[in-house]
């Protein structure tokens, strides 16, 4: 006999007046293949029509579906329910600003970070569109493409206690990302310039090593030893500066 | 009442993808004002679902070597079944290796080549050059003479969106996520802007802007089964066709993708067959070579769609959890190390979806809706018909690339390609153009959607629920307008669309619609996505020939002399059925002729 689901949703609308935050239950049989981007649906369309979260891609590859899934941050759409217990508690990612119910702003976070961290190739070259492109080795591509697996979709800076105490840590997505820079020889910054951006406790120092990021990760990304390699040259470059007489704030 | 914010700027970009992005960079580029617009973080776009690979004629691999743009222009056309735009494809198919470099300097991480011996699954064995070491590889895909797919294992469209989006973020170009376009602002001859609602907080806003560009993506949704991220809605083009002025071309022809992956369909890349993979029937033969001897399960993507269809219908099909009916994918021989490696994504949602491990596993697929070929039609410079300072790029336009059938990895290379072409033209005109400002008629436009969202609140035009039409509509356009199609069928469909569409007039909300009310949201679209539906199997109904993907029964034969044209679908106001007109294509550079695959070559064999 199939189970009876009971979905108990964490309900919010701070754009309504006098709303107030609380748990609201649903239930249903569970059926073949069922999916919370499929029971969530299914929720909206049939039970609640007011019921906010979201899902783009719904193939895991887009990000957008993040939430806390009995506690752990997940992605919603390949969370199959038959894994789960009968009763399924959904809230919304800390840390990111609520928009309603499940749905939260990491549209906003990720921008701030792209730019906070400049990721993107920093180069002095002029592009040629007549030259060729310049040669790299197939293994430097492919290991560039690990860390660029990355979908910002959140999970890593939910479940870290840095970025839930303090705000303007960047993550394990946040360090990832760059290193993927530190690792393309596209990009021209030096350790020194990298120090400027992630060499501080918002940066590199300031994961305190629990790493549920990297147990976490729903794109299972190397977010240990992509630590481990910022940290390793942050930790360089630190010295270096220092023994070259530069302050270190 | 009245619009909450209003914002000006030189240029609009409705959607952040990748051809809406590359076009915003074209015209900041120029020191031009740009604000873009998208119902998602742009980096969430469909964009980045993007598998395979982009096609560009670097030939640098052995497979590839000898390419260039005349024969990608070749076998963009055939793949088209002369369909398309052939000054279009000629000068995308002139630029896209720029395109691909220009990306590498940005920082997209293309495979490269590895000089050596090599064996591939297929049997075939060649020897990349030293001299050709670390420059972009490639990987073979479907109807094409040379392999020129370049790509980043198979998330390409992801690494290329993320590279693109960075460049956005060093030009601190602004985008305004969560806000979606609901209506062109215009006087009948040239749009002003659009009038939008903040999916944070319900608001309407303004954006008010010299030019504006329509890169929102396909419309697959319209299909109950497709590969498709759940925003393409065909939201833009439905916004389009509403002013009655502007034409959506060629609806009608709608990609079937060979490999989606049942119950969830969602897309088994092309780049599992381009790298060695088979498709297997229910007695694990091997059925592709049966039907196409010579491309096999490379055939363009309507052939082997329509190939796998016939061999199911002949009773070869397989009955599972999965599907009443599929076939098997099987790329167990290209090895573990391949499969996870270039095929990971793909495994990954595989294993995610099914807990089927490619690389021991054979993967349940069936065609899939992919692609919509149509969308607003342009000239070749990405000027939108009937209305000026209107623009449309990517999926949502029909720039005419793509005629009848795309190939496989034309597309993502077209978002960057055009972005780059008609972002250049964008700026052109932008900088030679004046901001109108007519408040009395921007008023009337926010009052018009400010009425629609009333109603809809109140339930003045009626109780009909959004969800149940979304579904029927859906559900129509898989029974009436999918691979096969025939008169009769397609009448049925077009009445049954048109039932939908006079019930989606009187669709009333179950809820209060305040705020951010997602039921709101799918309520404002569900007329507009019908009209798109009904462009799409009007269109096909009327169009009594076969080619390419749109494929009839009962006219098997493509026919030049009666329909080498496009179709160009109107919506008058107060109509239920678009008006239909044509244009003629023309053939400058390849006349019609053989594709050297499919239906007219290899005859439809009986299967073994």
New interface residues.
């Given amino acids: 006999m199939a189970r009876q689901l009971t979905f108990s949703i964490f309900r919010y609308?701070p754009?309504?007046l006098g709303d107030k935050p609380r748990m609201q239950e649903y239930t249903f049989e569970e059926f073949?293949?069922l999916?919370l981007f499929v029971a969530l649906n299914k929720i909206?369309?049939?039970m609640?029509?007011?019921?906010?979260f979201?899902?783009?891609?719904?193939?895991?590859?887009?990000?957008?579906c993040a939430m806390m899934v009995n506690g752990r941050p997940r992605l919603a759409c390949?969370t199959m329910t038959n894994l789960l217990p009968n009763r399924i508690n959904l809230l919304p990612l800390p840390v990111f600003k609520l928009?309603?119910d499940l749905s939260v702003?990491?549209?906003?976070w990720?921008?701030n970070l792209?730019?906070k961290t400049?990721?993107?190739?920093h180069?002095k070259?002029r592009?040629d569109?007549n030259?060729?492109?310049?040669?790299?080795?197939?293994k430097?591509?492919?290991q560039?493409?690990e860390p660029?697996?990355c979908?910002?979709c959140g999970c890593c800076v939910a479940t870290c206690v840095t970025a839930n105490i303090r705000e303007d840590f960047i993550g394990a997505t946040g360090i990832n990302r760059v290193s993927r820079?530190m690792m393309?020889p596209?990009?021209e910054r030096t350790d020194a310039d990298y120090y400027e951006v992630v060499g501080n406790e918002d940066g590199a120092f300031g994961c305190v090593g629990l790493m549920a990021c990297a147990d976490l990760c729903p794109m299972e990304l190397p977010l240990q030893s992509q630590l481990a390699y910022a940290r390793r040259r942050m930790a360089a470059a630190g010295l270096k500066l220092q023994f070259a007489g530069v302050k270190i704030s | 009442m009245s619009a909450k914010h209003t914002h000006i700027s030189d240029v609009l970009v409705v959607g952040a993808g990748l051809a809406a992005e590359r076009s915003a960079i074209e015209a900041a580029e120029q020191g031009l004002s740009v604000i873009i617009l998208s119902l998602?973080?742009p980096?969430?776009?469909?964009s980045?679902?993007a598998q395979g690979g982009m096609q560009a004629s670097l030939g640098n691999i052995a497979m590839g070597l000898g390419d260039n743009p005349r024969i990608h222009l070749e076998d963009t056309i055939k793949g088209s079944d002369w369909g398309c735009d052939q000054e279009v494809a000629k000068a995308f198919c002139d630029t896209v290796p720029?395109m691909?470099?220009?990306l590498?300097?940005?920082?997209v991480?293309?495979?490269?080549?590895?000089a050596g011996k090599k064996k591939y699954a297929s049997g075939i064995e060649t020897e990349d050059l030293k001299e050709k070491?670390?420059?972009?590889?490639a990987r073979d895909f479907g109807g094409v003479a040379k392999w020129r797919c370049c790509y980043?294992?198979d998330?390409t469209g992801?690494?290329v969106m993320?590279v693109v989006?960075?460049?956005v973020?060093?030009m601190?170009i602004t985008?305004h996520?969560?806000m979606e376009a609901i209506s062109l602002i215009h006087d009948g001859e040239t749009c002003l802007g659009v009038v939008a609602r903040d999916l944070?907080?319900?608001d309407i806003n303004v954006y008010l802007a010299k030019s504006t560009v329509i890169g929102t993506g396909g419309a697959g949704r319209i299909y109950a089964a497709t590969t498709n991220?759940?925003?393409c809605e065909g939201t833009g083009g439905a916004m389009c066709l509403n002013t009655g002025l502007v034409p959506l071309g060629n609806m009608e022809a709608v990609q079937f993708h060979p490999t989606g992956m049942p119950?969830?369909w969602?897309?088994m890349t092309e780049g599992a067959r381009g790298d060695g993979g088979y498709l297997l029937d229910k007695n694990m033969h091997r059925f592709m070579p049966d039907y196409e001897p010579k491309k096999k399960e490379l055939a363009s993507r309507d052939v082997v769609s329509r190939r796998m269809i016939q061999h199911i219908r002949a009773g070869y099909g397989i009955q599972s959890?999965y599907a009443p009916q599929h076939l098997w994918l099987d790329i167990r021989h290209l090895g573990r190390k391949w499969v996870w490696?270039n095929l990971r994504?793909i495994s990954?949602?595989a294993m995610?979806?099914n807990g089927l491990d490619p690389a021991k596993d054979l993967v349940p697929v069936l065609p899939t809706q992919h692609y919509s070929m149509g969308g607003v039609r342009t000239n070749k410079n990405g000027f939108v018909y009937g209305l000026k300072g209107l623009f449309a790029i990517g999926e949502a336009a029909c720039w005419d690339l793509h005629g009848f059938n795309r190939l496989g990895g034309n597309s993502l290379a077209e978002t960057v390609t055009a972005g780059f072409l008609v972002g250049k033209e964008v700026a052109k005109y932008t900088l030679g153009a004046t901001q109108k400002f007519d408040y009395k008629l921007i008023e009337g436009f926010v009052k018009t959607e400010e009425e629609r969202i009333k109603n809809l609140i109140s339930g003045k035009n009626g109780k009909e629920n959004a969800?149940a039409i979304k579904e029927a509509m859906g559900q129509a356009m898989m029974d009436h307008v999918h691979i096969f199609r025939t008169g009769p069928a397609l009448q049925q469909g077009v009445a049954k669309l048109q039932e939908l569409y006079r019930r989606s007039l009187k669709i009333g909300?179950?809820?209060?619609g305040?705020?951010?009310?997602?039921?709101l949201a799918q309520a404002l679209r569900m007329p507009g996505m019908i009209r798109m539906a009904l462009c799409t199997a009007y269109g096909a109904l009327m169009r009594t020939e076969s080619r390419g993907s749109h494929s009839r029964e009962d006219y098997p034969k493509r026919d030049d002399a009666n329909w080498l044209k496009r179709t160009l679908a109107y919506w008058k106001p107060g109509a239920d059925l678009p008006t239909l007109e044509y244009e003629p294509v023309a053939t400058p550079h390849m006349p019609p002729g053989d594709r050297g695959y499919g239906e007219a070559t290899a005859g439809p064999k009986a299967a073994k």
């Fill in positions: 609308n754009n309504k073949e293949g999916t909206r369309e049939e609640d029509p007011t019921l906010m979201d899902f783009v891609c719904r193939a895991a590859i887009c990000g957008s390949k928009i309603g702003d990491t549209g906003t990720f921008r792209q730019v400049e990721s993107w190739v180069t070259k592009f569109p030259a060729l492109e310049v040669r790299m080795d197939n430097i591509a492919e560039i493409y660029e697996r979908v910002e820079f393309d596209r990009d | 998602i973080p980096r969430r776009s469909h980045t679902a720029i691909i470099r220009q590498d300097s940005w920082g991480p293309w495979n490269r080549v590895v070491e670390g420059l972009i590889t980043t294992a998330g992801h690494t993320f989006d960075t460049v973020c060093k601190g985008v996520d969560r944070r907080t319900g991220a759940v925003v119950p969830v969602i897309l959890k490696n994504e990954n949602i995610n979806f969800y909300l179950h809820s209060s305040q705020g951010a009310n997602p039921e």
